[in-house]
């Protein structure tokens, strides 16, 4: 009985392995197929490639069209006779027809004789017949035309000017008649920025420092004398408001009591240090003192809550990447900090509460 189990058990092993072997041969060909596959691909690519790299360098035969020149002399002289004639027949067109000239008197037509006209300065002969089309500008005179600068808004060449007509354009339609230099320059108002976004505070401006508050003082040619008294006035009066160091800003002391961080768990989040370099343990240890002799941190020996700080480039007060901003980097404690679930107001909201103000 002992052996039969022993044969059976023995069968199913030796089944599970050929069952194994399969799956791992059945394995390898997909994956020597896939290989096989990627490998005809980069070569298509790469031969589609060649062939467009050769495509791009063969020179390609240019087709005969009508604007290619002749290759003949007879083909040329053929082309010189055709341009000559097209000279000819432009300067015939330029010529026009003569001048109308008034009929002398007495002249009698084929319908009778007709009443002589006598004709005064400035009126022009009446006549029945549909009067005579001036001829167009040839392709000559709208070229020189064009060369000397007369040419007449709406694209349509015309002679020179008269010494009665004017020089300045048409204007279009919907536009008043007025002489560029008649309109007087709008004054430009002064910009804080140029175009490329830096700051320029506008031509005559100059910068101050007061001497009581340590304000600096743009002056420029364009204020109110009396609007910036008024405004040095206020802002001495509310002095009080403005911290000119960490420790004139303090803490906060109201009746709300310290504020708590109510977190998942109660397990220490605490960091090792990094390492820093001699400058940046510099930076460091007069932050710190900053921010120790205005009562905003407490030196500690041993605390369950340590992190690790951060010092990126910061620009100083004449805008240069000389100073450092002392960071802490709280990833940990943000993400064990249990999330505030209310709604704040949204701006309507508050536009709607503070309307009647």
């Given at each position: ?46 031969q ?28 040329r ?23 109308f ?8 037509g ?16 009446p ?76 031509t ?152 009647d103000?």
């Amino acid at each position: 009985m002992r052996r039969r189990r022993t044969a059976s058990r023995r069968r199913r092993r030796k089944a599970h392995r050929r069952a194994l072997h399969a799956q791992e041969q059945a394995l390898r060909r997909e994956e020597e197929w896939r290989l096989e596959q990627e490998r005809l691909c980069r070569q298509l690519r790469r031969q589609a490639l060649c062939a467009k790299r050769h495509q791009r360098f063969v020179p390609q035969p240019v087709p005969r069209t009508w604007g290619a020149p002749p290759r003949s002399w007879s083909g040329r002289l053929l082309l010189l006779a055709v341009l000559l004639l097209s000279l000819c027949a432009t300067h015939v067109h330029a010529g026009g027809s003569p001048p109308f000239q008034p009929p002398a008197e007495g002249f009698q037509g084929h319908r009778g004789a007709r009443p002589a006209i006598n004709l005064e300065p400035g009126r022009s002969v009446p006549s029945k017949s549909p009067t005579r089309r001036p001829p167009s500008p040839s392709l000559l005179d709208h070229t020189a035309r064009v060369l000397a600068g007369h040419w007449a808004p709406g694209g349509v060449a015309s002679g020179p000017p008269t010494s009665g007509a004017s020089t300045n354009p048409v204007p279009s339609a919907g536009h008043p008649r007025v002489a560029p230099g008649s309109l007087a320059p709008e004054p430009s108002r002064p910009s804080m920025t140029t175009p490329e976004g830096n700051r320029y505070p506008g031509t005559g401006t100059t910068f101050v420092q007061d001497d009581k508050g340590g304000y600096l003082w743009c002056e420029r040619p364009d204020m109110d004398p009396a609007l910036k008294d008024k405004f040095k006035q206020m802002l001495a009066k509310h002095d009080a408001v403005f911290a000119r160091s960490l420790k004139d800003l303090g803490c906060y002391s109201g009746a709300m009591g310290p504020a708590t961080i109510d977190l998942v768990h109660d397990r220490p989040i605490w960091q090792p240090q990094r390492h820093h370099s001699p400058l940046e343990l510099k930076i460091q240890e007069e932050k710190c003192a900053e921010l120790r002799d205005a009562g905003i941190i407490v030196p500690s020996a041993s605390t369950k809550y340590a992190m690790n700080v951060t010092m990126p480039a910061k620009k100083d007060a004449n805008g240069q990447w000389t100073d450092r901003r002392y960071c802490c980097d709280a990833r940990p404690l943000n993400a064990a900090t249990k999330p505030n679930r209310y709604a704040p107001p949204t701006p309507e909201q508050l536009f709607q509460r503070i309307g009647d103000a």
